[in-house]
């Protein structure tokens, strides 16, 4: 039995590397011919513990190989990304562009999992254009369990930097179009896993999968408010919430600059556009959270103001420090980040030197290379006037504060209070 996984991004490759690790014969599919080729001599294009090394030993093993086409294959599953479009609205071109292609190999007894976050009913909109391309076969939308073809909505819920490891022993969601779908799908997943699949409907599987990281997102604005609140009332936030969270049933997230990352600031407005007029509480927490850079930065103007008030320098010669870029603590991913956007707003506005910190990457993107320098922690903690704490990476928690001679400063996570 064949297996192709279509997308081999965070999601698609560490799953494609789960079954080959499993002896199951894999073929990954994308479109990005430098992550075939990467692929293809054993090696990976993206940074996830562990991955290498599974990856490493499935290709030279014969059992994953990387192709830019579909061919044949007994389960299909796709992996794409489903960003969204200006307005908010979830762009499904990715799965769609997936689904046709995937169409043109399908034959009878195949199993198709869409496996990308994605808004309520596309499951059963990629089983219409699968009908459409190729009504020579039966869908379950119209045989149900006498289908051809079986289809499933699976969502991944794993946390990039522990990807190999929950991949593995989380539970899994398994929402089949008919039971028969649902049962094929769970006997997929359980070639590697180990923990429980559980099954409902296509549906309900694409709903879970977006309460899970819109509960998240919530949870967090709750913190980031308490923050606002607390900074208005002279409160240090960081004390109130370990207070509170000694309370039984209370356990409040950690406030910060804001949330990125390609989940949870997108898949809730996936909720918010298909029902705009019920989602307020999850509409407004992603305003909370996708407000909090600016936020920053105007604790960064009045930190600089009482800076300059308290020095002879002119704002033209303070400097500025940004302390971690990525968008969450230790990894290197810089992409939808808040930390990236308070360091450009800070940049903008700043009339002296703005200057990084980020001890996991050796260059930063060049839009920001324009207007900031990318400084290591020591230069930074020596020479800079203001310091602006925005990732709580394991090397800045270490730093001893009697290293930290400056007391302008702006700490969005609670590190150097
Ligand atoms: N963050 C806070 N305060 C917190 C926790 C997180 O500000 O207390 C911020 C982080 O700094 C980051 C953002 O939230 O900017 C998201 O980070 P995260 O670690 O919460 O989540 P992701 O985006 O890395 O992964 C999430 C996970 N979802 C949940 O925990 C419900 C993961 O399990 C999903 O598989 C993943 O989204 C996904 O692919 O959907």
């Not at 020579?136 to 490891?165: H, K, S, W």
């Not at 400084?375 to 504060?401: R, Y």
């Not at 001679?405 to 609670?414: A, E, L, S, Y």
């Amino acid at each position: 039995n064949i297996i192709s996984v279509i997308g081999l991004g965070y999601i698609g490759l560490p799953t494609a590397a789960a079954f080959a690790s499993h002896q199951k014969k894999v073929i990954g599919i994308d479109i990005n011919q430098r992550a075939v080729d990467t692929i293809n001599r054993g090696e990976i294009h993206i940074v996830e513990p562990d991955l290498d090394r599974v990856v490493k030993s499935a290709v030279e093993g014969g059992w994953l190989q990387a192709a830019l086409k579909p061919t044949a294959a007994d389960a299909f599953l796709i992996a794409v990304p489903t960003p969204f479009k200006g307005d908010h609205q979830p762009d499904m071109c990715y799965v769609q562009a997936a689904a046709l292609s995937l169409a043109e190999v399908l034959k009878k007894g195949d199993l198709v999992i869409l496996e990308s976050t994605s808004p309520v009913g596309a499951t059963e909109q990629m089983a219409e254009w699968l009908a459409e391309a190729r009504p020579d076969l039966t869908f379950p939308q119209q045989a149900g369990e006498q289908a051809d073809i079986n289809i499933a909505y699976c969502p991944e819920r794993v946390l990039p930097g522990q990807v190999m490891v929950e991949l593995i022993k989380n539970d899994r969601v398994i929402g089949g179009m008919s039971p028969v779908c649902s049962a094929r799908a769970s006997e997929l997943y359980n070639i590697f896993l180990e923990g429980e699949c559980v099954i409902t409907n296509a549906r309900t599987a694409e709903m879970c999968k977006l309460t899970e990281n819109s509960f998240r997102d919530v949870n967090i604005a709750f913190a980031n408010e308490l923050s606002l609140i607390c900074a208005d009332q002279g409160i240090n936030v960081w004390e109130l919430i370990a207070l509170a969270n000694r309370h039984p049933r209370v356990n409040i997230l950690q406030p910060g600059p804001g949330v990125g990352g390609h989940c949870i600031a997108v898949d809730p407005w996936f909720i918010v556009a298909q029902n705009p007029t019920q989602a307020r509480l999850i509409r407004t927490a992603r305003e909370v959270n996708d407000g909090k850079p600016h936020w920053v930065l105007d604790q960064v103007k009045r930190t600089v103001a009482d800076c300059l008030a308290h020095s002879d320098k002119r704002a033209s010669e303070l400097k500025v420090a940004c302390f971690g870029l990525a968008f969450k603590p230790n990894i290197d991913d810089l992409r939808e980040s808040p930390a990236m956007s308070v360091a450009h707003l800070v940049a903008d506005w700043n009339a002296g030197e703005t200057w990084v910190v980020e001890p996991n990457v050796k260059s930063i993107p060049e839009k920001l290379a324009n207007e900031a320098t990318l400084v290591s922690m020591e230069t930074a903690l020596q020479h800079a006037d203001v310091l602006v704490m925005l990732v709580d990476h394991q090397q800045f928690k270490a730093i001893d504060g009697a290293q930290i001679n400056q007391p302008w400063i702006v700490d969005t996570k609670g590190v150097w209070r």
